[in-house]
Antibody, heavy 124, light 111 residues
Framework: EVQMLESGGGLVQPGGSLRLSCAAS????????LSWVRQAPGKGLEWVSG????????YHADSVKGRFTISRDSSKNTLYLQMNSLRAEDTAVYYC?????????????????WGQGTLVTVSS | DIVMTQSPDSLAVSLGERATINCKSS????????????LAWYQQKPGQPPKLLID???TRESGVPDRFSGSGSGTDFTLTITSLQAEDVAVYYC????????FGQGTKLEI
């Protein structure tokens, strides 16, 4: 059974940093691309960042480029999101999501498994 | 960037009736080399993460009831739910994966 468990969310001041983690199990971790998708309170879904199965390719939405960094550790089956220079508009539930792996084109992801999410609140 | 626009933003349908949700992309998501539409549909119930319903515009995920169907090609797509059930109350999102992922704004479906 595929499981994905996010952690690391919390309250942070504007300009601060936070690192999210997502522990994954139930699939061959190094094969599948993974992403972070966020959802602001009462709003829709926004893809944030994605990383290839090998970790060699990363992609970020323009809204977070230069501030967020996605990475993965295959020895720990864990996905990370380092978030720096946080803004109020980054407040959201952050989901980690597994790419289904069939699009066949780099960075072209869609998601067959999701975690339950972790809430990040950016406020003074 | 491709922009995904859903309509309507919300709709109310009676139990047992048909619900139709539309999704329009600002450019074609049909990849001509394989003739596939890079379009997925998700269902999100309150307090839960999204659930993948349909990929390639019309292929249902395993376990998804056959009252859910997807159609369309190029820039215009439709999610149809026939014979609406109470458990179908949710927000539905389309997402293109022709480029890096972009979601529609969501359509809230109520009874």
């Amino acid at each position: 059974e595929v499981q994905m468990l996010e952690s690391g969310g919390g309250l942070v001041q504007p300009g601060g940093s936070l690192r999210l983690s997502c522990a994954a199990s139930g699939f061959t971790f190094s094969i599948y691309a993974l992403s972070w998708v966020r959802q602001a309170p009462g709003k829709g879904l926004e893809w944030v960042s994605g990383i290839s199965g090998s970790g060699g390719s990363t992609y970020h939405a323009d809204s977070v480029k230069g501030r967020f960094t996605i990475s993965r550790d295959s020895s720990k089956n864990t996905l990370y999101l380092q978030m720096n220079s946080l803004r109020a508009e980054d407040t959201a539930v952050y989901y980690c999501a597994k790419d289904k792996g069939l699009a066949g084109r780099p960075g072209r992801y869609y998601f067959d498994y999701w975690g339950q999410g972790t809430l990040v609140t950016v406020s003074s | 960037d491709i922009v995904m626009t859903q309509s309507p933003d919300s709709l109310a349908v009676s139990l047992g009736e048909r619900a139709t949700i539309n999704c329009k992309s600002s450019q074609s998501v049909l990849y001509t080399s394989n003739n596939k539409n890079y379009l997925a549909w998700y269902q999100q119930k309150p307090g839960q993460p999204p659930k993948l319903l349909i990929d390639w515009a019309s292929t249902r995920e395993s376990g998804v009831p056959d009252r859910f169907s997807g159609s369309g090609s190029g820039t215009d797509f439709t999610l149809t739910i026939t014979s609406l059930q109470a458990e179908d109350v949710a927000v539905y999102y389309c997402q293109q994966y022709y480029n890096t992922p972009v979601f529609g704004q969501g359509t809230k479906l109520e009874i």
